[in-house]
């Protein structure tokens, strides 16, 4: 019995260790000034975006099934699949298994993707209008995090313009489908971004330790 509690305490202390070991070497960059009021701006940014995406989606969906919180939005996947709306990439928060580098890329790639996807459908709404001011915040957001890429990678990040979507729009039902759902993923995207920023905000951490 005592054999089992000498080495048991150890291991506890290096399971205890290895959890509270700091992350790896991102941390200095992340701290400097500039990078700082590039995640605030980026933040408040993605709180714009998040809280505009109820009005863009009341204001173009007109169908009553397609709900923005509805539990039958997961019964769309094979819709959104026959559309050509493709999954946005997965964002989580820096670690050592994803870099600081691949989240700020997945980042941009993914509001990219959505502000494409935007652009592809509004063509076909009766009232885009809330669209078009999304899809500017969008491109806003996108400006900042390729700043911060730039800062990180040490070299210029080009700002590219949207790719277009090939969506495959039949009807007036297949519009309104594909404007809901990526309004769907961009607001879960958003809502995994601004996790993401939020662990990279210095002054927020600060605010928690005090």
Not at 25 to 49: D, N
Not at 113 to 140: C, F, G, W
Request: one cysteine or more; proline letters at 6%.
């Amino acid at each position: 019995m005592n054999i089992l509690i000498v080495i048991a305490v150890p291991c506890l202390v290096m399971a205890t260790l290895a959890r509270s070991a700091p992350l790896p070497t991102w941390s200095p960059l992340v701290e400097e000034p500039q990078f700082q009021e590039l995640v605030h701006r980026s933040r408040s940014l993605a709180h714009k975006i998040l809280l505009s995406v109820p009005d863009a989606h009341s204001s173009c969906i007109h169908t009553e099934t397609l709900q923005l919180d509805s539990a039958e939005n997961a019964k769309l996947e094979i819709m959104a699949a026959n559309i050509g709306i493709p999954p946005a990439p997965v964002l989580r928060a820096v670690s050592e298994n994803f870099t600081l580098n691949t989240c700020l890329t997945h980042m941009s790639e993914g509001f990219q993707l959505h502000r494409a996807l935007l652009n592809a459908v509004s063509e076909r709404l009766q009232n885009k209008n809330k669209v078009t001011e999304l899809m500017a915040d969008i491109r806003d957001l996108t400006i900042q995090i390729n700043k911060m890429q730039k800062m990180v990678q040490k070299e210029a990040v080009l700002q590219p313009l949207p790719t277009p979507m090939a969506l495959r729009l039949h009807g007036e039902y297949e519009v309104q489908v594909a404007a809901h759902l990526t309004l769907v993923q961009l607001q879960s995207f958003g809502q995994d971004a601004i996790r993401c920023l939020r662990k990279l905000d210095q002054s927020n951490k600060e605010e928690m330790e005090s």
